[in-house]
């Protein structure tokens, strides 16, 4: 089995598990009776809060 | 043990692709719910629709980027972290120029937008993982 390959497996499995929490943030909000304005209002603020930690964490490495 | 990493990986694919392309971000409407639906009410919906699976994909590889940066040891040097998240960033500001296309009506316009940066998103996201499985 190609090092490689269980990588990628692995690397795919993390990014599918970080859209699946979004999914069931999204499936909850739907089964609360969220708008859909109210749900898209939601996810551009994961995405903006996603960005502000991304950034943090790259900013707290080593130059 | 050989058995159990060709399983390993069979479930490692499968949950990817579950989450990362196959499962839709909103359950589909029921035939009753669309044959409810006005054809501007229709537009919305899929514009609003493609419209979040943008920003769930994206979403997600800014999550990952933050993961990898703080694998120890990170996965990523500084400068390709910043190199994909303002990548990100920038399409981020075109997924919020579709949201004011939304906003003001213009639905086919919006949906059509979205599509195209999710297909770049997917792209994005190729990257992040190719770059990780070249270092790892």
């Not at chain 2, 769930?56 to 933050?66: E, G, V």
């Amino acid at each position: 089995m190609s090092a490689e390959l269980l990588n990628l497996a692995f690397n795919l499995l993390a990014v599918g598990v970080n859209r699946g929490l979004i999914l069931s943030t999204v499936d909850d909000m739907e089964k609360a009776g969220k708008s859909p304005q109210e749900i898209t209002e939601a996810l551009k603020a994961l995405r903006k809060n996603s960005e502000i930690e991304a950034q943090a964490a790259i900013d707290a490495m080593p130059s | 043990m050989k058995k159990f990493k060709y399983v390993l990986l069979f479930v490692a694919l499968l949950g990817g692709c579950q989450t990362l392309g196959l499962a839709p971000i909103h359950k589909a409407p029921t035939a009753e719910q669309q044959a409810a639906e006005t054809p501007a009410q229709k537009a919305e919906r899929l514009a609003r629709t493609a419209l979040d699976e943008a920003n769930a994909t994206l979403t997600a590889i800014n999550i990952t980027i933050k993961q990898n940066v703080q694998a120890v040891p990170p996965l990523f040097t500084k400068a390709e972290a910043q190199d994909y998240l303002n990548e990100s960033k920038k399409y981020g500001k075109q997924l919020d120029d579709v949201a004011d296309l939304i906003v003001v009506g213009k639905f086919g316009d919006a949906q059509t937008q979205a599509a195209a940066i999710q297909k770049v998103l997917t792209i994005l996201q190729q990257k992040v993982i190719a770059k990780v499985r070249k270092e790892s």
